[in-house]
């Protein structure tokens, strides 16, 4: 028989808050100091999956009280569910022509449903993150492959959208974004991260809108990290770039996860160039766009998915495995969502479901396995490094892009003529669809969703 092991002070909490008087508000203090502790996050066990899609599961967005959660997926369509049930609220059609790669859930306004969509920006290319401004349901910032960063306002009929920001490297040529993030201490601030190896921070006072066709420099950051023994890279193909990049909750530090490469933590009061303060390994991070998290009130953990099909626990200071979990079975897993208040985790991957998973198993994680399944990730990794680069690596990068420019022929969005932008970008290029547009397509009716909005990309 298994013990909680807490000693007299947790005891007393648990007790004050049977009695309390308003349990709703100690209940949420006692979340907050009960959820850190290592004996709930190492019984951290699958609770249930959320089975609805018909395709791999891109992104996953607990809905700001916690009660819903949203997903997106390949097979273009978007489920609401009420998670503790097991039982989607709504479903509807995205109105997207390729993956649903991110969904946030915001509140709506008084009328308290969604009955539609409409596209309102788009990019010249795949749209991967978006980063919406804390305390502000309708203000969001995105990213993409087409290096564009776009600030859209849903206030005003139709919506207010800018592009703020073109990412070009020191050649000028666009660098593709996978990631997107506000900083929750300083809403002027966000990082971006993509096909390269640097996070950059950029003061939003400081752009001002630009052109899809602007040649001009882009804006040096206010920040810019880097582990050290990345910046130079043997090889452009191979070089280290950042599939996913996420502020703590206090804004102090920039968590980034490399592809086939380590997860490292920046201290963002440190200076530009300054070189990492912390670093997690055991995953690997090659097949597919990785995100990776905190969990935890005080961003106590570092939580990521793997190749693998597990989902791995690092204590964020000893910096030590504490925990991992069977995730999809079909690969990688790619999606965490931690639950805003309680320890819920949520993930997603290549299976075509939602995994939740809750602090009930009746044992701690004794980590057996662990040791052999990062051997393994390991020697695939290195494996992968010493091979020398073949024909068939190049031939398959081109096949992607390939196939993502024809569904952007299919959606009716020409071909610029400016073409590829670079090899190590692998962009396409498209022009951009004019401004009108964007306020034209409505999607079908999706029904009440408890005052839900869901913003995709």
């Not at 882009?218 to 990290?225: G, L």
């Not at 079975?329 to 995994?355: F, M, R, W």
Request: proline residues 5%; aromatic residues 8%.
């Amino acid at each position: 028989m298994c013990d909680y092991h807490l000693d007299g002070h947790y005891l007393r909490d648990l007790y004050s808050r049977q009695l309390c008087a308003d349990p709703a508000r100690l209940s949420y203090a006692f979340t907050q100091r009960m959820y850190p502790l290592n004996s709930f996050v190492q019984r951290l066990t699958l609770e249930r999956k959320l089975e609805g899609h018909e395709g791999c599961v891109n992104c996953i967005n607990f809905s700001p009280d916690g009660g819903l959660l949203a997903s997106g997926s390949d097979d273009l369509k978007v489920i609401v569910w009420d998670w503790s049930r097991g039982t989607p609220v709504t479903s509807f059609d995205s109105g997207h022509v390729a993956n649903v790669f991110q969904i946030i859930c915001t509140v709506l306004s008084s009328s308290g449903s969604m009955m539609s969509t409409k596209r309102v920006a788009h990019h010249n290319d795949s749209a991967h993150k978006l980063a919406l401004e804390p305390d502000s349901p309708h203000v969001f910032l995105s990213c993409g492959e087409d290096g564009g960063v776009m600030e859209v306002d849903l206030r005003e009929d139709p919506p207010k959208r800018k592009r703020i920001l073109i990412c070009r490297s020191p050649k000028n040529t666009r660098i593709a974004l996978y990631s997107i993030f506000i900083d929750p201490s300083n809403y002027n601030y966000f990082a971006i991260s993509g096909r390269e190896q640097f996070a950059r921070i950029y003061d939003r006072r400081m752009l001002s809108e630009v052109t899809d066709n602007s040649s001009q420099s882009c804006p040096e950051p206010v920040k810019k990290y880097c582990p050290h023994h990345l910046e130079n890279p043997e090889n452009e193909i191979r070089k280290a770039n950042i599939t996913c990049s996420v502020y703590s909750h206090d804004g102090k530090e920039l968590l980034c996860s490399y592809n086939d490469e380590d997860i490292y933590i920046f201290d963002t009061s440190h200076s530009t160039g300054s070189d990492y303060v912390k670093r997690y390994s055991g995953h690997r991070n090659n097949q597919t766009v990785k995100g990776v998290n905190f969990f935890g009130p005080q961003s106590e953990y570092v939580v990521s998915g793997s190749d693998c099909g597990h989902v791995f626990i690092w204590d964020k200071e000893t910096q030590k495995i504490v925990h991992f979990l069977q995730g999809d079975s079909q690969g990688a897993v790619n999606c965490l969502e931690p639950h805003p208040y309680i320890p819920i985790l949520a993930t997603s991957g290549l299976d075509h479901d939602v995994k939740m998973f809750s602090p009930t198993a009746p044992c701690p994680t004794t980590l057996k396995g662990l040791e052999e399944i990062v051997k393994k990730n390991n020697e695939e990794r290195d494996e992968y490094h010493n091979n020398p680069i073949d024909g068939y690596e190049l031939f398959m990068q081109l096949i992607a892009r390939q196939y993502r420019r024809g569904l952007r022929r299919q959606a009716g969005i020409p071909d610029s003529d400016s073409g590829e932008s670079g090899d190590e970008e692998g962009r396409e290029d498209l022009d951009e669809q004019d401004d009108d547009s964007d306020n034209e397509e409505e999607g079908q009716s999706a029904g009440g969703a408890r005052g839900i909005r869901c913003v995709q990309s």
